[in-house]
């Protein structure tokens, strides 16, 4: 849907297609949608609205950002925290506990080294290409193939650089096969803004989600779960993957 802002009396809103209003004209001001989602300003306060004209969260915020891969940065009081789609503050931690700081898109920030607290590191990084385990899921193997561009499909990638991709996921499925990982699964992220490749060995565990068909669930599952002693095995894990990938 295609929604445009519009002026009434000095006050700001949205109008659909039709010109129909999709919420009271009582802003002070309005910037574009962004993944559902625009950010409102009344007085020197700023929240969001969705697109039935919802506000999804108090208008308390000095400063916010757009939203991306469903986060929005906003600032209350010189503090930077997220909020998700919900309107709910939310920090991105590791898979360790730690706090994610960055701003914007997370995969722009992992490629440009702006998170420092990456559990396990860069295992592989060239000028296109960062490969790390995923931050957030503790799953052994489980590895995230990046790129430094910020777009959101390879069909906006040269051959070359799609190349690029292929050799590294041949690679890492090669360590994890040579470190007794099998059936090895490739997902593809076409929905958020920055294009991601996964690499996951499927485990008996995952199972019960039928054949690492739903991804959401085992995720979901594997942060609930695992604990400390397996968090520590993967990372243990993902170190002898990055001297593999260095040394083959
Ligand atoms: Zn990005």
């Known amino acids: 849907m ?25 802003y002070d001001e309005v910037r574009s949608f962004s993944e559902g989602l625009a950010a409102v300003r009344v007085n020197d306060k700023w929240g969001y609205i969705n697109e039935d004209g919802a506000e999804i969260c108090e208008i308390r915020y000095d400063a916010v950002g757009d939203f991306q891969s469903k986060l929005g940065v906003v600032e209350k009081e010189g503090k930077k925290c997220y909020l998700n789609m919900n309107g709910e503050e939310v920090a991105v931690t590791n898979f360790m506990n730690e706090e994610m700081v960055f701003e914007g898109c997370k995969s722009c920030a992992i490629g440009n080294h702006t998170i420092t607290n990456l559990p396990g590191g860069y295992l592989y990084e060239d000028d296109f290409i ?3 385990i995923d931050p957030e899921v503790p799953i052994r193997g489980f590895i995230v193939i990046g790129i430094n561009k910020h777009v959101s499909t390879t069909t906006q990638l040269t051959r070359e650089e799609r190349i690029q991709i292929e050799d590294i996921t041949n690679k890492v499925k090669l ?8 059936n090895i699964l490739l997902f593809e992220d076409g929905f958020s803004e920055h294009y991601r490749r996964w690499v996951i060995p499927s485990d008996d565990w995952m199972f019960q989600f039928g ?20 968090k520590k095995e993967i990372l243990l894990f993902a170190e002898q993957i990055k001297v593999f990938l260095r040394s083959n």
């Open 2 to 26: 295609l929604y445009t802002m519009k002026e009434k009396l000095g006050k700001w809103g949205f109008v659909n297609q039709n010109g129909e209003p999709i919420c009271e004209f009582i």
């Open 130 to 132: 960062n490969v790390t």
């Open 175 to 182: 360590a994890l096969e040579h470190f007794g990982a099998k």
């Open 211 to 230: 054949r690492g068909k739903n991804l959401k669930q085992i995720t979901m599952y594997a942060k609930k779960n695992m604990s400390d002693e397996q």
